[in-house]
C-alpha cells in the first residue's frame, strides 16, 4: 500500500481544526477562487460522472486536465472525485498526484482495486443505502477517510435534521477514521458546531450551500467560515 503524505489538510482534518472543503459545481476558476477568498481550505473537483445537484457532467482526465493544471496554480489542497462506472487508470491518479491532488474518492460500489494503489489517499463515500458492514469496510483501508454521503436525493437541499445528526455521530463513532460530511442536506451557519459535536471532522460544502455563482460562492463560504 501507498504511504500517503501528511500534508496540512490532512493535519487539519485529524487535529479539529475543521477545514472547510468546497465541492465546484463546474470547472471553473473564478469559482474556485472565489471559494478560497471565502475562506475554503480546499477545493474538490469531479471526473468522469454526472453530478445531480449541480447538474454538471464532468469529463475524463484528459479532458478536464487542462482546467486541473489551471486549478493547481492556485495553490490550494485539492481532491478529486474520480468517477462512477468509469474511473482514472493507476498512470491517471498518479498523474493527478504529480498535479498535486492529494485525495480521492469514489462511491463504496466504483472503488475498483487499483484506486487505492495510487499515491492519493483514498476517502470513499458512503451512499444512502450503506450499512454499518460498509462503514467498517472503508474504515479499515489504510490512510482512508471516509465521505457520508448517506442522504437520499428526495432530501437534497432540506435543513439538516437532529436525525441527520444523529446518523453521523454513528457513523463517526463505528469508522473511527476521519468522516467529512457532503452538504447534501442545506448546511448553515449554525449547523456547524451541531456537525462538530456529532464527530464530523469537515464540511463539503456543494452547490446546494454555495450557489454557482462567485459571488455566492464567496458570501456562502465566508459564512460558513466565521461559524466554525
Given at each position: ?61 484528459t ?26 487508470t ?26 487505492l ?95 454557482a455563482t ?15
Amino acid at each position: 500500500m501507498p504511504t500517503y503524505l501528511e500534508t496540512p489538510l490532512y493535519r487539519a482534518i485529524t487535529t479539529g481544526q475543521f477545514p472547510v472543503i468546497v465541492s465546484l459545481p463546474r470547472h471553473d476558476l473564478a469559482l474556485a477562487q472565489a471559494a478560497l477568498d471565502g475562506g475554503a481550505t480546499a477545493i474538490k473537483v469531479h471526473l468522469n460522472a454526472y453530478h445531480r445537484a449541480s447538474g454538471t457532467t464532468f469529463g475524463s482526465f484528459t479532458e478536464e486536465r487542462p482546467f486541473l493544471e489551471s486549478l493547481a496554480k492556485l495553490g490550494a489542497p485539492m481532491l478529486v472525485m474520480a468517477g462512477q462506472e468509469t474511473v482514472p487508470t493507476l498512470a491517471e491518479m498518479d498523474a493527478l498526484a504529480d498535479l498535486g491532488f492529494e485525495g480521492f474518492n469514489v462511491y463504496i460500489d466504483h472503488l475498483k482495486p487499483h484506486l487505492l494503489q495510487s499515491r492519493l489517499r483514498p476517502m470513499p463515500a458512503l451512499s444512502a443505502t450503506s450499512t454499518d458492514a460498509d462503514i467498517a469496510r472503508l474504515a479499515a483501508i489504510p490512510g482512508a477517510m471516509i465521505e457520508a454521503s448517506i442522504m437520499d436525493f428526495a432530501g437534497y437541499g432540506t435543513p439538516l435534521t437532529a436525525a441527520d445528526l444523529a446518523r453521523y455521530a454513528h457513523i463517526t463513532a463505528l469508522a473511527g477514521v476521519p468522516v467529512i460530511a457532503p452538504s447534501q442536506k442545506k448546511f448553515t451557519p449554525t449547523d456547524m458546531p451541531a456537525l462538530r459535536a456529532a464527530g464530523i471532522a469537515a464540511p463539503l460544502l456543494g452547490v446546494i450551500v454555495t450557489g454557482a455563482t462567485p459571488a455566492s460562492m464567496r458570501a456562502s463560504v465566508a459564512a460558513i467560515t466565521a461559524a466554525r
